[in-house]
């Protein structure tokens, strides 16, 4: 029987096959559960997005193998700083306070198209032929006891049948469409920027560490380093339209201003970005739970899009096996439950705040911001705490305690 037939009932339907949607695959897929998952694009995306990996994560994704590769894939970064540029001062975090709590004692800095490759090439290990791409979903809908998704396969109508669906189809998701779910939160007033180059800056600036936030004389910029690349994210001044900002022209500019003297950088990628805030009302109607981007956006500061949408999928694919294998079914609304309260009350909020912080102008406020995260890590209880919550350590510990 192959993924597509139509008689093929017994199974869970996965639309996305970013890093939400495979991690909840393979995890199913090792429980022993027929996955099927729809990809529309033919090929991983390959623009850069998230790039960090807090310690619980690694953790988790231990548990499917997928830890030690994205290690060997990454760089792991144990400090990150915030830093005033010109000036030098700086608060400089030691993710080391946490070795007691995790095997990963790290911000590990990698692609998160690794993740996507890795864990489609353990799925297609598991369950061969159960990711299809091209594979464009345009309605779902449910009965009782199954849901039904329409979908454009390589351009051919087609209809599939399961017991169950995760809508894990990002920001634009279909499937919460389809569900007439609101959306509700903002777009933030300025695009960002996300520039990729492999330029070693780490030999031409001091003090770098593997994730650095930097407050400069009229505008703040990060720098993260990958394995082979350094990416470096900041907004474009609002009076400059979209092609101009990505222009090589202006990119070169910018980095100069990191670094006088030492362009032309050799750029990799130069991509703009809107930044959202949102969050869906409900993550579970019926037999259809949503999980990722499908149901809930955050700015990427402190990068915790794509980890709150793995921490999802664990918590989900628990719960589903747990109900497949003969439970009761209330046990996905307490996973609704959980994961909503992680991203309205800490994820969105975290992110929110570390957002408008790294955006402050006013020398005063970055002074006293910069003063509380000094004082923070001279005091080892308030540093160990502050570290917990800005891995998402807490969030996790908090969500997964909610009946
Ligand atoms: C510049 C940038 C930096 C970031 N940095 C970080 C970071 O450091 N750490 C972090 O945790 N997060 C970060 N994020 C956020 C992170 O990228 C997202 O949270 C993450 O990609 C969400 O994963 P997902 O699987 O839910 O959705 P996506 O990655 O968007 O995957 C959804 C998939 O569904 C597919 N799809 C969509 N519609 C359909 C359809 N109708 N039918 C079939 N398939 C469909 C898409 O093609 C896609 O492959 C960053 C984001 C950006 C933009």
């Keep these: ?12 339907i996965i639309v996305g096959a970013g890093p939400v949607g495979l991690v909840a695959a393979l995890r199913l897929a090792r429980a022993g559960i027929t996955v099927v998952v729809l990809e529309a694009a033919d090929l991983p995306h390959a623009e850069p997005r998230a790039s960090t990996f807090h310690p619980p994560t690694v953790d988790l994704l231990d548990e499917l193998g997928l830890g030690e590769r994205l290690v060997a894939l990454g760089r792991p970064a144990r400090t990150w700083q915030y830093c005033m540029f010109e000036t030098g001062d700086r608060a400089v975090f030691d993710l080391g306070v946490l070795a007691k ?11 998160q198209l690794n993740l996507v490759i890795e864990a489609t090439k353990m799925l297609e290990a598991e369950q061969p032929g159960a990711l299809i791409h091209k594979a464009k979903v345009t309605q779902v809908s449910q009965t009782e006891d199954g849901v039904v998704v329409d979908a454009e396969i390589e351009g051919e109508a087609t209809r599939l049948h399961g017991l169950w669906l995760i809508g894990a189809d990002g920001a634009s998701s279909v499937v919460r469409k389809d569900l007439g779910l609101a959306f509700d939160g903002e777009t933030y007033p300025t695009v960002s920027i ?5 330029f070693p800056f780490e030999e031409h600036v001091d003090g770098l560490c593997g994730v650095n936030y930097f407050w400069a ?14 990416r470096v994210g900041y907004s474009p001044p609002v009076d400059l339209d979209d092609e101009t900002a990505v222009s090589d022209q202006e990119v070169q500019a910018r980095l100069s201003r990191i670094l ?12 703009l970005y809107s930044v959202h805030r949102r969050l869906v009302e409900r993550m579970r109607v019926g037999r259809i739970l949503l999980a990722g981007d499908a149901a809930h956006l ?8 794509m980890n709150g949408g793995v921490h999802d999928a664990f918590n989900l694919t628990d719960k589903l096996t747990r ?11 307490r996973y609704a439950r959980q994961r909503h309260h992680a991203a309205s009350s800490d994820i969105q909020k975290t992110s929110d705040a570390n957002h408008k912080r790294h955006r402050e102008k006013d020398t005063t406020k970055r002074m006293a911001a910069l003063k509380e995260m000094q004082d923070i890590i001279a005091d080892e209880a308030r540093a160990y705490k502050f570290m917990r919550e ?14």
């Design 260 to 271: 006088p003297g030492c362009g032309p950088f050799e750029i990799v990628t130069a991509r």
């Design 217 to 230: 004389d009229g505008w703040s910029f990060s720098m993260f380093q990958t394995k082979n690349m350094w």
């Design 101 to 111: 709590d995790t095997n990963h004692p790290y911000r590990l800095q990698c692609e």
């Design 1 to 12: 029987m192959t993924s597509l037939d139509p008689s093929n009932r017994d199974r869970v």
């Design 298 to 305: 955050n700015s990427p500061s402190g990068g915790f899009g």
């Design 194 to 198: 996300s520039i990729g180059t492999p």
């Design 390 to 403: 800005s891995s998402l350590m807490d969030s996790l510990e908090r969500a997964n305690a909610i009946e």
């Design 323 to 333: 109900v497949w294998n003969g439970e009761d079914d209330a046990l996905l609304d």
